[in-house]
């Protein structure tokens, strides 16, 4: 049985010799539709002694029969059934459907093969028998083939094995897409004029690919059936006066040569869409007047095909740029989706930051709205406007050159110079070259001269981190600038006057070096006219939640993949943690989630260090809790009890505000505060507030 399958433009031909046909989703179908519209088992059809019936499944859209909805329908010849999107024909063995032209051709050859079964057959009556076999077979191969490259490569090896020929070739307009490469012939006359046709399968007897087909054939004779739009023949090319003059027919040594042209009918008439040349270099008169005729009609039959065959193409190429663009615009959705998200994170930073005073200048690169982050900020407010040195004091990873660019960009050098350069990463030979400048020559290496930071950063502001770190030597010839507001390169004898505002950082204790001989006394008094104090992470525990929604939604940007959510016990965990590495571990910390997480971070994606709520200073102290617990329930009511006492602790005690930091109600806090027997006395639960407490 053969039956026709047409899903979304694309034709499928099946043989299915079975009694029972099942359709539908699922995979083991005989027939699967791949449409969202049709059941996993959706019809079926039988095949018995009273007909071919079509029997619906029970499916949910239903079976369409001609247009009508059915249960059970007899069908009959010409019937359409209708599958969600996808339509069934049941077929005989003869074509059906399809052009006028290709099935009288088809009728034609098998009538013509009856009317010869009949007959007494002579040799002549073989041939043509045989040639009418022939043709009939590449008819129905014509009807199959929808590939373009290889319909046209079947129309030229049947063309040379109707004819007998020694090769075939076949010349289409330019515009159809070249299936083989290098195969491309512009046509022309003897006097090189360009027609708009080109070779676009050359093939010889033994089904092999012609190369370089713009040497093979005689151009001349393909540009005559062009203009003449006649079929053509000739018994020996190289004597026939319709070719004299050819250069290409006595270089090729042709003897037989067949040529029809290939029409395509429009609104307008007809026009010359292609040739198909065929020839035979080594046998005079190969070919007759009727091989001519059955080439005539293999190409009117070539010509639908190729029209059929190119406009399918045309909807499947539109059907990929149109599944091409709907992906892009997924992802386009997906990236527009993940930046709202980001967008959302940023604004409720900002919304919970703007909620609190922060200062009269801006200071929206820093995260912060704890009490020891306001104090920072008003004392920036207070030093921003001045000209004087400025130290920033504060543990590693606190973000002290965040403060140093916060008083540059809102102070009055702003539009100058912002130079940085931390102390501790050069030795004192490369810290000199690199705040002084040095000259041509100056050392081994000083290729060409180079301007200092000192000398870059003038008018505007210079930043020393780890000035702390800087040897005693270099701490002499900086305090000799600083004096002077003059500066000399290495190498140089020549003094540049620079004006610099100088803000130092370090995390070590000025005050103790000096006393301990480390620091030169003269220059701390130089540095330390206004002092800032960065609090570490640990003293300002409110700001954790923020920091790590701001640096997650960073780190996933950059890793251009979306921002996952903190849940409650999650950010409890991180406000938990003592954070000896400060904002820079945070950071850190954010990276490595938006590597491990998924669309929720869970505490196993955590570091270790925080899951044990333990800096990693102390891991060698405490790296028993866990072990000697050896009790999942007792970890976890380790860690509940750490959470709530640090939340509280940065809450300065304020049960209400620290249930709010933990994610929980009031009253559910009171409860763990009794659980664990940390309540104190006079701080009733506010019952009003109540809700439903976590699990314990």
């Given amino acids: 049985m053969k039956v026709i399958v047409v899903e979304e433009g694309v034709r499928t031909d099946l043989e299915l010799e079975r009694a029972v046909i099942s359709i539908g989703r699922a995979i083991d179908n005989d027939i699967r539709i791949s449409s969202s519209l ?63 032209q290709q099935i009288e051709g088809w009728q034609a050859a098998e009538a013509a093969l009856g009317e010869l079964g009949t007959q007494t057959l002579t040799g002549e009556a073989q041939r043509e028998r045989e040639n009418l076999r022939v043709f009939a077979r590449l008819t129905r191969e014509l009807l199959r083939e929808t590939d373009l490259g290889k319909l046209l490569r079947s129309i030229v090896d049947g063309a040379i094995s109707l004819a007998g020929a020694e090769r075939g070739f076949l010349l289409l307009d330019e515009s159809l897409p070249a299936v083989l490469d290098g195969s491309a012939l512009a046509i022309g006359d003897e006097r090189g004029e360009r027609a708009p046709l080109k070779v676009r399968v050359a093939r010889s007897f033994d089904r092999e690919d012609i190369p370089i087909p713009s040497s093979r054939l005689s151009s001349g004779i393909a540009s005559k059936v062009i203009e003449s739009r006649q079929p053509l023949v000739s018994v020996d090319a190289e004597r026939d006066p319709r070719f004299s003059g050819m250069a290409s027919v006595e270089d090729l040594k042709l003897r037989s040569v067949m040529c029809v042209p290939l029409f395509v009918s429009n609104d307008k008439g007809s026009r010359v869409e292609g040739v198909l040349y065929v020839d035979n270099r ?57 930046k709202v998200r980001d967008r959302d994170t940023e604004l409720a930073v900002v919304r919970a930051e703007l909620g609190r005073e922060r200062g009269r200048y801006d200071y929206t690169a820093i995260v912060g709205a704890s009490e020891g982050m306001r104090r920072v900020f008003h004392q920036l407010d207070r030093i921003i406007e001045s000209e004087l040195p400025v130290m920033i004091q504060g543990d590693s990873g606190t973000g002290k050159e965040l403060i140093a660019r916060a008083i540059h960009f809102n102070g009055p050098r702003k539009h100058k110079g912002f130079v940085s350069e931390n102390c501790a990463a050069l030795p004192d030979t490369l810290l000199e070259s690199e705040l002084f400048g040095h000259t041509r020559g100056a050392f081994t290496g000083a290729h060409r001269a180079k301007k200092g930071l000192l000398e870059q950063a003038d008018g505007g502001t210079l930043f020393l981190d780890e000035i702390g770190d800087m040897s005693v030597e270099m701490q002499k010839k900086l305090l000799r600038v600083l004096q002077e507001g003059e500066v000399r390169a290495v190498g140089s004898e020549e003094r540049v006057k620079v004006n610099v505002r100088i803000i130092a950082a370090s995390h070590r204790n000025l005050e103790a070096l000096v006393k301990e001989g480390k620091f030169r006394e003269d220059l701390f008094y130089r540095v330390n006219v206004l002092k800032v104090d960065l609090p570490p992470l640990r003293e300002r525990r409110e700001d954790i939640p923020l920091l790590a929604e701001a640096l997650l939604a960073r780190a996933a940007r950059e890793a251009n993949r ?57 891991a060698s102290s405490s790296a028993g809790l866990a072990v000697e617990s050896g009790s999942i329930r007792d970890a976890v009511a380790d860690l509940e009890k750490r959470s709530i006492e640090a939340a509280l602790a940065s809450c300065n005690g304020n049960k209400s505000r620290a249930a709010k930091l933990l994610g929980i109600s009031r009253f559910a806090l009171q409860r763990k505060l009794d659980k664990y027997g940390l309540g104190s006395e006079g701080d009733e639960p506010d019952l009003s507030d109540a809700g439903e407490p976590l699990d314990d």
């Fill in 38 to 100: 049709v059941s996993r088992r959706h019809c079926r059809i039988e095949t018995g002694p009273d007909g071919v019936w079509a029997i619906d499944l029970g499916s949910s859209n239903g079976t369409l029969l001609n247009g009508q909805k059915i249960k059970r329908s007899l069908l009959n010849p010409g019937d359409t059934l209708r599958v969600g999107k996808a339509t069934i024909q049941i077929e005989s063995d003869e074509p059906r459907g399809g052009d006028t």
């Fill in 282 to 338: 080594l046998q005079q008169a190969a070919f007759q007047s009727d091989d001519l005729e059955l080439m005539k009609l293999l190409g009117d039959q070539a010509a639908l095909a190729i029209r059929n065959a190119r406009q399918l193409s045309e909807l499947r190429e539109r059907n990929e740029k149109l599944t091409a663009s709907a992906r892009k615009i997924e992802l386009l959705n997906e990236q527009l989706g993940r």
């Fill in 562 to 618: 979306p921002v996952p959510v903190l849940p409650r016990e999650v950010l409890a965990a991180l406000v938990a943690h003592d954070w000896p590495g400060n904002v820079r571990e945070l950071e850190n910390e954010m990276r490595r989630l938006v590597v491990l997480a998924g669309g929720e971070v869970r505490l196993e994606h955590l570091s270790q260090s925080v899951l044990e709520r333990r800096s990693l200073t102390s």
